[in-house]
């Protein structure tokens, strides 16, 4: 079993859609909790990040963390064919400095 | 955004030619990484540094070596390259202490074919 699973789509989505991405993990020290957001030929960028369990809203986006089921979540609300990109979940544990990341979902927003 | 650049942004060479990318980052971040994507694998380590001097390996070091004699830059170098060797490398930097604690920023990468 990977550390870290996520599946990898393809999503397609119409626009206005709400999005739901997912990882699950295995490794219980996992404390740092990130989505990175992927454009096609660009390098990841930092789209979230939550410490521990619950939940944090920016925006359109908001990221759920439940650590006692290993899972977090990404949702995207009103989606937009600017959101079309890659997403990839990665996770670390205290002093670690290491993130054991999620393969990535591609996520396509139709207009 | 932290400041990353990584050169050359495309290569191409030959199997058994000695190849190497360099990554610079302006943050005075103390951690920086290497990185491979490639399709059905996702990103995978390859080495990184904790500080000037300090490395280790990553998932996938075979083949390669690193070298950071200055705080912002982490040198990636394949020593003969071969055609598996092809694929998309990130850098990346990182700063504990930080707002974000043991979060990685990413360069814009480098598309390396080995012919």
């Avoid at chain 1, 899972?71 to 002093?95: E, K, N």
């Avoid at chain 2, 943050?27 to 990484?33: D, G, L, S, T, W």
């Amino acid at each position: 079993q990977k550390e870290v699973e996520q599946d990898p789509g393809p999503l397609s989505v119409p626009e206005g859609a709400i999005v739901s991405l997912n990882c699950t993990y295995s490794n219980s020290a996992f404390q740092y909790f990130m989505w990175y957001r992927q454009y096609s030929r660009k390098g990841p960028e930092l789209l979230m990040y939550t410490y521990s369990s619950g939940n944090k809203e920016d925006g359109r986006f908001t990221a759920q963390v439940d650590k006692s089921s290993k899972y977090i979540s990404l949702f995207i609300r009103d989606s937009q064919p600017s959101d079309s990109a890659t997403y990839l979940c990665a996770m670390s544990a205290t002093g670690d400095y290491k993130l054991t990341f999620g393969k990535g979902t591609l996520l396509t927003v139709n207009p | 955004d932290a400041g990353i650049t990584q050169s050359p942004r495309h290569k191409v060479t030959e199997t058994g030619t000695p190849v190497t990318l360099r990554c610079h980052q302006t943050e005075n971040h103390r951690y920086m990484y290497w990185y491979r994507q490639d399709p059905g694998h996702g990103l995978r380590l390859i080495h990184y540094s904790y500080g000037v001097k300090d490395t280790d390996k990553g998932e996938v070091s075979d083949g390669y070596s690193v070298s950071r004699s200055k705080t912002e830059d982490f040198l990636l170098t394949l020593e003969s390259a071969t055609s598996s060797q092809t694929s998309v490398y990130f850098c990346a930097s990182g700063a504990s202490g930080s707002l974000y604690e043991e979060t990685q920023y990413f360069g814009p990468g480098t598309r390396l074919l080995v012919l």
